[in-house]
């Protein structure tokens, strides 16, 4: 039976999620946001203030943010495919 503040068998503190495993995929969120928030500058940049930029200047922060970011966000499920 469980006792209040628990589930499984756990104590709410140590759900699946917190501490380490929790923070990575924290950082992968907050990649993932900076990598697409690179176009916001972009059209601000292009649109707002008619400056002559291109794709190409941006595309790479964009990726160096996104993929990491996607890896970090499926870390558990990364690690048990390769234990």
């Given at each position: 039976?469980?006792?209040?503040?628990?589930?499984?068998?756990?104590?709410?503190?140590?759900?699946?999620?917190?501490?380490?495993?929790?923070?990575?995929?924290?950082v992968?969120?907050?990649?993932?946001?900076?990598?697409?928030?690179?176009?916001?500058?972009?059209?601000?940049?292009?649109?707002?203030?008619?400056?002559?930029?291109?794709?190409?200047?941006?595309?790479?922060?964009?990726l160096?943010?996104?993929?990491?970011?996607?890896?970090?966000?499926?870390?558990?499920l990364?690690?048990?495919?390769?234990?």
């Open positions: 039976m469980n006792h209040p503040g628990q589930r499984g068998g756990r104590a709410t503190g140590d759900l699946p999620g917190s501490g380490r495993k929790g923070r990575i995929e924290t992968g969120a907050i990649l993932v946001v900076l990598g697409v928030l690179v176009w916001v500058v972009y059209a601000i940049l292009r649109w707002g203030l008619d400056q002559d930029v291109t794709v190409r200047q941006f595309l790479l922060f964009h160096a943010g996104v993929i990491p970011g996607s890896v970090l966000r499926r870390w558990r990364i690690r048990r495919l390769f234990r």
